[in-house]
């Protein structure tokens, strides 16, 4: 089932809202536990948190789960939500994966990207804002996608604020 949403000035995001959007990207991880073993179920809420406060206060970006090529950096498969807000946002069904892919040997990866509402704090309080999270992330460098299908259409969305999903595999 798919729906639209409409944001009016007068509603609010809350932190209700912003995890039942987590929970629609727990459910992707846990397909992602169920048929490749990783992340862990534990993993797996704190990633689900992690997207609900960030996305609650408008600081996430992106975030990108997945496996990659340690040696080049490089995907190998990548489901990356990125924060939306106002307009016509989808609330589509967890899942809806491309057919299973041979990830033997590619290791389990996450990578976030903080909105430019976050980048406006000052130092200390994006200390603050990192503090309060269930995942403590390093610093590092994007994988990249290079010869790959990126498949897109895919969102979770509530009361005018969600995240857009793609799934990208290599070739």
């Given at each position: 089932m798919t729906g639209s949403y409409t944001r009016s000035a007068s509603s609010s995001f809350t932190i209700t809202d912003a995890r039942y959007v987590g929970g629609r990207v727990a459910a992707d991880l846990r397909l992602l536990f169920n048929l490749y073993g990783e992340p862990s179920l534990d993993r797996i809420d704190h990633f689900a948190e992690e997207?609900?406060?960030?996305?609650?206060?408008?600081?996430?970006?992106?975030?990108?789960?997945?496996?990659?090529?340690?040696?080049?950096?490089?995907?190998?498969?990548?489901?990356?939500?990125?924060?939306?807000?106002?307009?016509?946002?989808?609330?589509?069904?967890?899942?809806?994966?491309?057919?299973?892919?041979?990830?033997?040997?590619?290791?389990?990866?996450?990578?976030l990207t903080y909105s430019s509402t976050f980048w406006l704090l000052t130092s200390s309080q994006q200390t603050g804002v990192k503090e309060t999270l269930p995942i403590s992330r390093t610093t590092g460098t994007a994988p990249s996608a290079l010869a790959g299908n990126t498949t897109t259409g895919h969102g979770y969305a509530r009361n005018g604020a969600g995240v857009s999903r793609d799934v990208y595999v290599a070739h």
């Open positions: 997207v609900a406060l960030l996305l609650r206060d408008g600081y996430l970006d992106s975030v990108d789960y997945g496996f990659r090529d340690t040696a080049t950096n490089t995907w190998k498969f990548r489901l990356r939500y990125k924060a939306t807000a106002g307009g016509q946002l989808t609330d589509s069904r967890p899942g809806s994966f491309p057919d299973p892919v041979d990830l033997a040997g590619y290791g389990f990866h996450s990578f």
